[in-house]
């Protein structure tokens, strides 16, 4: 499982999560259980990526929600699609936490899985918002340079 399959996993458990409840813990054992065919090294280190994202994005979640919330425009979160929220929570997670990820790589990759799992509307929603929320990371980095 390569980065961009674990952004896609990190998906998906944070969808099955948002629409269940269930522990961020059970989801990923269930989702890890059905990946254990692929090789071991490859696996391992990208199973902690994966982990990392999902974990992160919970913990941080509240405030990643705050964030987001700025650039909706007439939305909540909680009116947002679930599969475009937990795209959006993710990225956010990686643009406001992860500063081994080029912001331009999480922005491309929300984009292409926006494509795959939202709706028609979904990549252009998704890139307005997150376009949006990198202005103002980098606005707030330079002010504390």
Do not use: C
């Not at 926006?114 to 376009?131: E, Q, R």
């Amino acid at each position: 499982m390569n980065r961009h399959q674990s952004r896609e996993k990190a998906v998906q458990v944070l969808f099955s999560i948002d629409m269940t409840q269930a522990a961020p813990e059970d989801v990923l054992t269930n989702l890890l259980e059905e990946e254990e065919n692929e090789q071991a090294e490859s696996q391992a280190q990208n199973t902690e990526f994966l982990t990392e994202l999902v974990k992160g994005t919970v913990m941080h979640q509240a405030d990643i929600d705050r964030n987001i919330s700025k650039y909706l425009r007439g939305w909540t979160m909680g009116r947002l699609a679930n599969v475009d929220r937990a795209i959006l929570r993710l990225a956010g997670y990686e643009m406001m936490h992860r500063n081994d990820i080029p912001v331009k790589v999480t922005l491309n990759e929300a984009i292409e899985l926006a494509k795959i799992y939202g709706t028609d509307d979904s990549p252009k929603f998704i890139n307005g918002v997150l376009s949006s929320l990198v202005k103002d990371l980098e606005k707030s980095e330079q002010k504390g340079q």
